[in-house]
């Protein structure tokens, strides 16, 4: 397991570009809202640590995560944003459904970032259990809103280097 060898909160400071001036869309999931809270606020905090002023972090709650990638859609056509991040949490349980959304969200999320110039970040958590995601959200693993902000901010100076 991926997370087992690397802690998602682990990332050297010196390696990461700074954000000042940046704007940055957070999407993030009620459904699940214990673990995309924390998500939510690793992401934020760690924007905030490398440069982003608050009020260039834009942040909108949708109901699940399917819904994701149309409010990062909207984000990147009418928020004027130089990355967006999406996050949420989809735990396996007895039905397909799971399957679905993660497929969905994973491909769109793909084709976000095919069709427009501002990275997208998949910040989205699927786990097998709720105590997978909560290791996963703050726990024992890290937090991927962590991982996610560091992405966004490394995808962003990535893309500034071919402008």
């Not at 396996?92 to 769109?108: D, K, M, Y």
Request: aromatic share 6%; charged share 20%.
């Amino acid at each position: 397991m991926a997370t087992a060898l690397n802690n998602l909160s682990s990332y050297d400071p010196t390696v990461v570009p700074d954000g000042k001036g940046k704007r940055i869309g957070i999407v993030v999931s009620d459904w699940n809202s214990s673990v995309t809270s924390s998500l939510l606020r690793g992401a934020t905090d760690t924007l905030l640590k490398f440069g982003l002023a608050g009020d260039d972090i834009i942040i909108e709650h949708v109901p699940g995560s399917f819904e994701l990638t149309y409010a990062a859609k909207v984000m990147i056509e009418k928020a004027e944003v130089d990355s967006v991040i999406i996050l949420g949490c989809v735990i396996q349980g007895e039905t397909p459904h799971f399957t679905f959304v993660c497929n969905s969200v994973t491909e769109g999320t793909t084709q976000l970032n095919l069709k427009y110039d501002v990275p997208v970040i998949f910040g989205l958590l699927t786990t097998n259990t709720l105590d997978q995601a909560k290791a996963r959200s703050g726990g024992r693993h890290g937090n991927k809103g962590d991982e996610a902000a560091i992405t966004a901010l490394k995808m962003m100076e990535l893309q500034s280097k071919y402008k």
